[in-house]
């Protein structure tokens, strides 16, 4: 059995690649801390009952102070106990309900007709961390969990270098202590900064003129596993740059669901078009490509996860670190997007133009020859594929993972 370790794997691009490492054979164990997933119809059960807890804290609180003083018989006997056996038993169902899967993992059986094992811990708690690599022999680890708003960063950067750098760090320290040398991380295209030279190849500098904190953790964690192979002998780690993932499963059970307003083009396209959006802002119609419009590599999510599994099946051919682009090499305008959403949807999508916003680039797409060389893999979906399969998760999906779909 290779057992493959997916941090942050409830996550949307973590869990397609969980769906593509059960389809090769691999046994995924994922860890999650469940900031950027949903537990469905439970999580809004899990919140009502969190709810309850604290106003019945409260009520203690302010019944101990009121009655107490006066040595109320009645209080101490009959109702205080009453009260902590509510919340006793709101404790357990707390307990059993934190314990489910979140929804993304439920629909994943669905899909391949496997469980999947499933901690909800936090990388930031290293003992926890290190109980999971005492259970499994684990072939390799695919690191994904991390905060990922550019636009969270750039308000939260503390958190963002303590957070990102800091479960990484601990997982490194695990996998030196359990001998797991294999490591597969979920890096970015931001950490190219403004494109030199088009298409991006990975010889591309890094780590200049980058714009918040969220590309910047990515490269400074790609640095850490640079040193990190140049200072020891025996490891494998994959850098996988990716460009703009879309879309999502074709069985449309699994998919993007951005908390709140979405910050990336295509969700809030679709958003639009299902009616949850008034109106698409596009940022800038000035910039030198053939509509004006930034131009971006899109990639389909299921080719994308497709990658990880490449670069799993390429471990033992990379010795130390090696850096690979997944993405498409073909770049599509914002319009261009916006008019093969609608060729799906058959809806309209309603947009207007504004001024550019600082740090977004005119066009950053993909040279993704190593990939096809080294990985044996390439993108094989197009714009249109990507499309129709956000659409079809969109409509089964309306309100994201917080309602489940009927998939009778």
Known sequence: ????????GAGYIGSHTVVEL????????????????????????IKGL???RKTLRILIVLLQSRFLRKDNIIFAIIFLPLVLGVEYIINKKLNILILILPESLKRIKLITGKNVIFYEYDLLDKEKLESVFQKYNFFAVIHFAGLKSVTESIEKPMEYYEVNLGVTINLIECMKEY?????????????YGPPQKLPVDEDHRVGKGLTNPYGKTKFFIEEIFRDLAKAEDGWHIALLRYFNPVGSHVS?????DPQGIPNNLMPYVSQVAIGRLPFLNVFGNDYDTHDGTGVRDFIHVVDLAKGHTAALKKMDSIDGCKAINLGTGTGY?????????????????PYKFGPRRPGDLGDVHANPNLAGKFLEWRAVKSLD?????????????????????DTD
Do not use: H
């Not at 059995?1 to 942050?8: F, M, R």
């Not at 994922?30 to 949903?38: A, E, I, K, M, Y």
């Not at 449309?252 to 993007?256: A, K, T, Y």
């Open 22 to 45: 059960i389809q090769e054979g691999y046994v995924p164990v994922v860890l999650d801390n469940c900031c950027n997933s949903t537990k469905g119809k439970d999580q809004r059960v």
């Open 333 to 349: 305008s914002v319009l261009e997007a916006v008019v093969a959403l609608e060729k799906a949807s058959g809806k309209k999508v």
């Open 252 to 256: 449309g059970l699994i998919g993007e």
């Open 385 to 405: 594929d990507m499309c129709t399969d956000l659409w079809k998760w969109q409509t089964m999906n309306p309100q994201g993972y917080e309602i489940t779909p």
């Open 50 to 52: 969190v709810l309850v």
């Open 1 to 8: 059995v290779k057992y493959v370790l997916v941090t942050g």
């Open 179 to 191: 001998n797991v040398t294999k490591v597969v991380f979920s890096s970015s295209a931001t950490v």
